[in-house]
């Protein structure tokens, strides 16, 4: 039961308040050693990743009380509890295991009387087998996901990276919205003999998704000249889901058929099947990479002590930068261009998980939850957003994540876009004194303050190993700052009232409007009117 702030939240509290007249200047000046102390590593032999965390407004004593408060919260412990199994996820009386989905075969979590690390490898051999014949067989030539949330970005962003790193025969499309515009662009470049659709959704209820794989469907029996019932259909479709009757009663007829598992959260479920788009085009070799990556920061968690241990200083600082309010945003910018979806990605894996009002036990959060996520890619965010970041009157904490070797990539623009990543950090960090044009008019416009907030993280080389290393990195950050808001960060109740309402003025709309009775809100009843009054419904 949660009764109250942990103690040592006062002295958090009481450090955002010290260090609001802190400078990063000074701190620099003071210690010789702040970047070396404040920069941390995690390797697994084949991948390396550093984090310098030296140009956040922090100091030792913050420092200390943040991980004094790890320690009150017991942060590693509840961490090594959720991926046991417990139920964290109270509101919907379910664990959060999808560090399950990484962990090797060895382990053993059980639930409900099964061991889900061996369901999730049963899963995975299933899941080679499929990419494995699909990859030879060449029937295929578009793979068409159709999801959206953590059924489309996942296997976005993975496919982003690998198709940078790799080469692959396949073409890989990704369908989302409800604007069906967006599925026509797909299947105007695709042919019917040549295309399956991985159909991506864990409820198997997500109206978009439905609407997409019914409207793919009907493309398919059209094209191939078939009827909508033939059972033929079934070979241009791939399911994957934790709700398999749904599917089925669905119409969406699949010949394969793979899980995920309640346990699993949508945004949590990369590392499932749903990522099977670019694993068939990119081979299983490289999605069992990624997973490595993964799971040597869920090693790191469970076991680094809290002073080296990456993901949970970092979800410290978040806690110490967005749960006092500090802050009110989160600048992810990812400097190359195949983590152009990364501040997307986060948008979801934060703001769903942690953007929420109440704690464990129902009553109202005091400590500050989820930040806004936002981001872009460098350097084209320099030429867009960082002009408000270094001299606007409000600011973001910055992540700044890039590598030493992007494959494919030319080394002379490659080291320029690194510079220009690290030029940010220290502009953001140190500024520069208007004292060089004390009579120039424009000194103060001129004027950069500096003493702005950034992590460096920097991966040895781009790989589908480094991308899960930074996945399971935010995963965990999330984790550690909803230990200390005491909320639940596994369910989303607040996108349902939105869905309810959708289907309800949907239905409304698609009948002859006199149906339009539902007492909504007048803004909402003369909105619908005006809509109606100007639509053209199909013929
Ligand atoms: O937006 C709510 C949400 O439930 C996300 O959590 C999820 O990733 C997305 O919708 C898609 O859900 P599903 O995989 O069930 O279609």
Not at 77 to 84: I, K, L, Q
Not at 244 to 267: C, D, H, L, M, Y
Not at 294 to 301: A, H, P, V
Not at 333 to 354: G, I
């Amino acid at each position: 039961m949660v009764v109250g702030n942990f103690k040592a939240w006062q002295k958090v509290l009481s450090d955002a308040k010290r260090l609001e007249s802190a400078s990063l200047t000074r701190f620099f000046v003071e210690d010789e050693l702040r970047a070396k102390k404040m920069t941390h590593s995690v390797s697994d032999g084949k991948s390396e990743i550093i984090v310098d965390f030296s140009k956040q407004l922090i100091d030792d004593q913050a420092l200390q009380n943040l991980l004094a408060l790890a320690a009150e919260a017991g942060i590693i412990e509840r961490f090594a509890e959720m991926c046991d199994g417990k139920i964290v996820n109270t509101t919907e009386n379910q664990p959060a295991l999808h560090t399950a989905l990484r962990a090797d075969a060895k382990t053993s979590i059980r639930i409900g009387g099964e061991n889900a690390v061996t369901q999730v490898h049963d899963e995975l051999a299933k899941v080679k087998k499929f990419v494995d014949a699909t990859r030879r067989e060449k029937r295929f030539k578009n793979l068409v996901n159709i999801g959206i949330g953590g059924s489309d970005l996942g296997p976005r962003l993975i496919n982003d990276v690998l198709s940078n790193v790799g080469a692959t025969d396949f073409r890989c499309f990704f369908v989302a919205n409800i604007d069906s515009s967006e599925i026509n662009a797909v299947l105007a470049q695709c042919s019917p003999e040549e295309t399956l659709f991985v159909v991506c959704s864990k409820s198997f209820g997500t109206a978009e998704t439905l609407a997409n794989a019914r409207l793919a469907r009907k493309w398919l029996a059209q094209g191939l000249n078939l009827d909508l019932a033939s059972r033929k259909l079934a070979d241009h479709f791939v399911v994957v889901t934790a709700n398999p009757t749904k599917a089925e009663e669905s119409g969406v007829v699949a010949a394969n058929t793979f899980k995920i598992w309640p346990w699993v959260g949508g945004r949590y479920s990369i590392a499932s099947a749903m990522s099977l788009v670019p694993t068939i085009a990119f081979g299983f070799a490289a999605f069992e990479e990624f997973l490595s990556g993964m799971r040597s920061i869920d090693e790191q968690m469970r076991s680094t002590k809290p002073e080296q241990n990456i993901a949970l200083i970092l979800g410290l600082i978040d806690a110490l930068n967005f749960g006092t309010a500090r802050y009110p945003s989160l600048a992810v910018v990812p400097y190359v261009s195949a983590l152009r979806l990364l501040p997307n990605y986060l948008q979801q894996l934060v703001m769903e998980s942690n953007g929420k009002s109440v704690r464990l036990d129902g009553t109202e959060v005091s400590v500050k939850t989820s930040p806004v996520v936002w981001g872009g890619v460098g350097t084209n965010a320099q030429h867009a957003f960082m002009q408000m970041l270094h001299q606007g009157s409000q600011t973001a904490a910055v992540d700044f994540i890039g590598f030493a070797h992007v494959p494919n990539t030319d080394a002379a623009m490659h080291d320029d876009l690194t510079a220009n990543m690290l030029a940010q950090a220290s502009a953001l960090a140190f500024g520069r004194g208007s004292q060089e044009a004390k009579n120039d008019p424009t000194a103060n416009h001129r004027r950069m303050p500096g003493n702005r907030p950034s992590t460096v993280m920097i991966g040895a080389e781009l790989s589908p190993r480094s991308l899960g290393a930074i996945v399971a990195i935010y995963e965990h950050r999330v984790f550690v700052h909803g230990v200390v808001a005491q909320i639940n960060s596994f369910d989303q109740w607040g996108v349902e009232l939105g869905k309810v309402l959708a289907g309800e003025i949907a239905a409304q709309i698609g009948g002859d409007g006199s149906s339009y009775s539902t007492p909504h809100d007048s803004s909402t009843r003369s909105l619908v009117s005006w809509y109606l009054s100007r639509r053209k419904p199909e013929k």
